[in-house]
């Protein structure tokens, strides 16, 4: 079968096509033929190895993949780990769903981890209360575009987006963003304040840290809350407790992957996702979609913010 490896953890050109032996599952797996791969952010950070969990190499990348279950002939989505950039691949079976009739492949891989994602920072994490001010950075991405639609649906009061580009921008107030401003660093406490007509903000969702997280931060009212769902810039931060307990402030993270121990977090929020796309009160934004031997490429332009909505690999093409 046709796949990207790794035999080193580096830039975008260690993403090399390969021919490999299709995997054979183990017990308590399933082999799907992947009809779309998913990218994330995370597969960029799991390239050079600096990802949350380490990677082993050789590697195939791939966390999350679309396509028809080998055994039963069944449309799914999984959650394969690792191997889902690749012609065929293997997923455990209690983290494969089957995907409802009338739903596109690329639709239902969005809602799986970038949908979840969003569900779980909304009802998780900051668990955002009728009437709150949501901010939603990087509005126009996977995560960031469905979380800005599902704002009002989960009692947010005020959507606030941010993106860096006038039609990110643009996209973002099409599916039902409040406002939406420029999300570099430099004056964005003050553009936040002002889009929330001088108030502080209740809720901040943040993937980006370095100076986006300490500007955030300091936009946010007593008892506000942030949390911290990814490190784009690849900059930490540090918050003083000191700081914590003057502002009356909560610093939340979120890793998708602790919801894989609990089966209630992954199946309920992913069929309310289903139903709610189903009545059109939620719109997946599929981007671009690669073929499997431009993976490298695909990956340079979600890491650059070239990119709106979920981007894919194409086994096939």
Known sequence: MRAIQQQEFGGPETLQLVELPTPV?????VLIEVSRAGLNFADTHQRTNSYVAKA????????????VRADTGERVIAIC???????????????TFPIPDGVEDETALAL??????????????????????????????????????????????????SASTAEKRALALELGADAAIDGGAEGLTERLLEANGGRP???????AGGAV?????????????????????????????????????????FWFRHCLEHPQLLEDPLAELFARTARGELRVVVGATYPLARAAQAQVDLAERRTTGKLLLDPRA
Not at 25 to 29: F, M, N, S, T, V
Not at 245 to 253: F, I, M, P, Q, Y
Request: net charge negative; hydrophobic share 40%.
């Open 25 to 29: 599952p183990a017990d308590g797996e």
């Open 56 to 67: 082993e190499l050789p590697l195939v990348p791939g966390t999350e993949v679309a396509g």
């Open 81 to 95: 780990h690792t191997g889902g950039y690749a012609e065929y691949t293997t997923a455990p079976a209690a983290l």
């Open 112 to 161: 799986l981890i970038q949908g979840l994602t969003a569900w779980h920072l909304y009802r998780t994490s900051a668990r955002v209360q009728p009437g709150e001010t949501v901010v939603v950075h990087s509005a126009a991405g996977g995560v960031g575009s469905l979380a800005t639609q599902l704002g009002k649906p989960l009692g947010a009061g005020r959507v606030i987006a």
């Open 201 to 207: 903000v209740d809720v901040v969702f943040e993937m």
């Open 213 to 253: 997280f300490d500007a955030s931060f300091d936009a946010l009212a007593p008892l506000g809350r942030i949390v911290a769902y990814g490190i784009a810039s690849r900059e930490q931060n540090e918050i003083r407790t000191g700081k914590l307990l003057r502002t009356s402030r909560t610093v939340a993270g």
